[in-house]
């Protein structure tokens, strides 16, 4: 990139870093605990939120955000789980930003939700250089796009606080190596905490929502989980 | 985005668009059959690719350029077909643009080579963005990732000249509906033409290589095929 671009680019990222600044403190203020997803295009973000959604839904107050370049698909597809949900279509922009996040609250009730959850623009590179004000970065990778994806885009993975490996019913017919993936996901961030969950099967959703609400009551009495 | 982002981007694809030309007619000077490879992480361009450098490694003259963020893994596993490969690392870069792929081809003799192929980082935003020159723009989308990504991510889509729709040896299990996908892909771009394959199990590849084969023959006659 040239310096100019290099340049503008910082500006915007300063930009947004304070505007993600201001939305976590909005966020703490009204007790709504921030889950964000990011993966490649179809590696299962909206199958895994709707589930989430779906499951929650009658003990807790959950809502949703949900980007895409075009369509509302997700959007309505989320909405069967009575949960509200609103879309963020962001054109040709590659990325959610804090302020489309920003925006897209604006008029929410935000202190009468337990977890709002963000899923963003499928793109495993430029959604990593964004902070949304989440408190979970969820980072998915599914078997059957490669082992290898975490050496391969490493800021996504390294800047994520939970790794979520789906369709893990697949990964016999998708010649799937969890040595292999766990041995990429340390490269890019050793330690990083791994699920492995089938939406299909229920396999392993279990520890995902054990998941959500022990982030969430760290978060409530100050702990970090 | 923001008027100057805008402004600034449209000065980018003008400066890159002036490369792209500059590149096409030193491809069509030297008689090589430019193709180029977009589409999500994991959807199979690797091993489609290692496949056709192996397989026409014996007949034809072929080499390869592959962009990706980090690593050169892509290039050393495309080694093995015997054909001539250079990585381009992109770093944060979300695509490759035709200055790259003119600085990556610098020094390489053009005119000994068939076929070149161009892997493009995985992402389907960014790429479908910038023209690198090349003659056929193939665009992969795997039975796994859903098959309304073609509405999701429609610009690349719409900007391919192939759609080749990977891993069909994994469609039944992963429930794969072809009229679905067909009618998204008709969406983004009516009649585009699509293929089938799986490299796993052999699968379309007739179908893949005769496509090559005469629409390279149709360049080198003025035919459009």
Same mark, same amino acid.
């Given at each position: 990139?040239?310096?100019?671009?290099?340049?503008?680019?910082?500006?915007?990222?300063?930009?947004?870093?304070?505007?993600?600044?201001?939305?976590?403190?909005?966020?703490?203020?009204?007790?709504?605990?921030?889950?964000?997803?990011?993966?490649?295009?179809?590696?299962?973000?909206?199958?895994?939120?709707?589930?989430?959604?779906?499951?929650?839904?009658?003990?807790?107050?959950?809502?949703?955000?949900?980007?895409?370049?075009?369509?509302?698909?997700?959007?309505?597809?989320?909405?069967?789980?009575?949960?509200?949900?609103?879309?963020?279509?962001?054109?040709?922009?590659?990325?959610?930003?804090?302020?489309?996040?920003?925006?897209?609250?604006?008029?929410?009730?935000?202190?009468?939700?337990?977890?709002?959850?963000?899923?963003?623009?499928?793109?495993?590179?430029?959604?990593?250089?964004?902070?949304?004000?989440?408190?979970?970065?969820?980072?998915?990778?599914?078997?059957?796009?490669?082992?290898?994806?975490?050496?391969?885009?490493?800021?996504?993975?390294?800047?994520?606080? !939970?790794? +979520?490996?789906? =369709?893990?019913? %697949?990964?016999? @017919?998708?010649?799937?190596?969890?040595?292999? /993936?766990? &041995? $990429?996901?340390?490269?890019?961030?050793?330690?990083?905490?791994? !699920?492995? +969950?089938?939406? =299909?099967?229920? %396999?392993?959703? @279990?520890?995902?929502?054990?998941?959500?609400? /022990?982030? &969430? $009551?760290?978060?409530?009495?100050?702990?970090?989980?």
């Amino acid at each position: 990139m040239s310096p100019r671009i290099v340049e503008i680019r910082e500006a915007i990222l300063k930009k947004n870093d304070l505007v993600a600044r201001r939305l976590r403190q909005v966020f703490a203020d009204a007790g709504v605990y921030v889950v964000s997803l990011v993966s490649s295009p179809g590696a299962g973000k909206t199958a895994l939120l709707g589930e989430t959604l779906r499951r929650l839904a009658p003990t807790c107050r959950v809502a949703a955000l949900v980007g895409d370049l075009a369509t509302d698909h997700d959007a309505v597809r989320l909405r069967a789980s009575g949960a509200p949900v609103r879309q963020i279509t962001t054109g040709t922009v590659c990325h959610l930003d804090a302020e489309m996040v920003e925006r897209a609250l604006d008029g929410w009730d935000l202190g009468s939700l337990d977890f709002l959850f963000i899923e963003n623009v499928g793109n495993l590179v430029c959604p990593a250089s964004y902070d949304l004000g989440e408190d979970l970065r969820v980072v998915l990778l599914s078997v059957t796009e490669g082992e290898d994806k975490p050496e391969k885009y490493p800021t996504i993975f390294a800047t994520a606080d !939970l790794a +979520v490996i789906t =369709k893990i019913d %697949l990964a016999s @017919a998708a010649g799937y190596d969890d040595v292999l /993936a766990r &041995r $990429a996901l340390d490269g890019a961030q050793p330690d990083l905490d791994v !699920l492995r +969950v089938s939406v =299909k099967s229920g %396999l392993g959703m @279990a520890d995902w929502f054990g998941r959500l609400d /022990a982030a &969430r $009551a760290g978060k409530r009495t100050g702990l970090r989980v």
